[in-house]
């Protein structure tokens, strides 16, 4: 069952710390929450949601950012054994240019 809990608090752990345009979006989301625009998406894309009982907590922050946080990670080992790669790459090729012009 979804639940419109997170129209309810802040997003701002998708922005930087002191960006202009978290309280721009929290405004937009609590309007369209209130407007019931969210509800709709959530009742065509999702079904049945619980409409009360929506309690922020800070349990529900750290998952969200736990998985931002995961997700960073992964894409900085990628992003670092991509650069070894290219960098072994490099190297390699310098090599074999260095033996054939020795021969």
Not at 3 to 24: D, E, N, Y
Not at 86 to 95: I, Q, R, S, T, V
Request: charged letters at 25%.
């Amino acid at each position: 069952m979804a639940r419109l809990c997170s129209a309810r608090t802040s997003q701002g752990w998708m922005f930087p710390k002191h960006s202009f345009v978290k309280p721009i979006f929290d405004e937009t989301m609590k309007a369209m929450f209130e407007a019931g625009l969210l509800a709709r998406l959530y009742e065509k894309y999702f079904g049945i949601y619980d409409r009360g009982g929506c309690e922020a907590t800070v349990e529900d922050n750290k998952a969200g950012f736990a998985l931002v946080q995961a997700l960073f990670y992964i894409l900085g080992t990628g992003s670092a054994l991509a650069f070894f790669i290219g960098l072994l790459e490099w190297l390699l090729a310098k090599l074999k240019s260095r033996r054939e012009a020795k021969t």
